[in-house]
Nanobody, 122 residues
Framework: QVQLVESGGGLVQAGGSLRLSCIGSERAFSTYAVAWFRQAPGKERDFGAA????????DYADSVKGRFTISRDNAKNTVYLQMNSLKPEDTAGYYC???????????????WGQGTQVTVSS
């Protein structure tokens, strides 16, 4: 059972940056694909970015491509989401998830964190 803990959320002005972190509790975390999803109030939890176990393959939703970068440091059991050029529409709870392979589908991820809130003011 892998436990995931997100951190790094907060309040930022439009155009600013934040870096989110997702730390896995087990060494096995380094063998999982990891994704970031986000959920705004009253909306579905949507795919944002994913990275495979080695960091050699990434995938981004069109809405964040070119602004967000996902990366990982397996020695630290940590996955990052660098978010630049933030927009008010990026405001959401951000959740990391771990699974066997990269996917844009929520059901492919067996383990989820509790989330961290990102609020972007205009």
């Amino acid at each position: 059972q892998v436990q995931l803990v997100e951190s790094g959320g907060g309040l930022v002005q439009a155009g600013g940056s934040l870096r989110l972190s997702c730390i896995g509790s087990e060494r096995a975390f380094s063998t999982y694909a990891v994704a970031w999803f986000r959920q705004a109030p009253g909306k579905e939890r949507d795919f944002g970015a994913a990275i495979n176990w080695s960091g050699g393959s990434t995938d981004y939703a069109d809405s964040v491509k070119g602004r967000f970068t996902i990366s990982r440091d397996n020695a630290k059991n940590t996955v990052y989401l660098q978010m630049n050029s933030l927009k008010p529409e990026d405001t959401a709870g951000y959740y990391c998830a771990a699974g066997i392979r990269t996917s844009r589908a929520r059901h492919e991820y067996a383990y989820w964190g509790q989330g961290t809130q990102v609020t972007v003011s205009s």
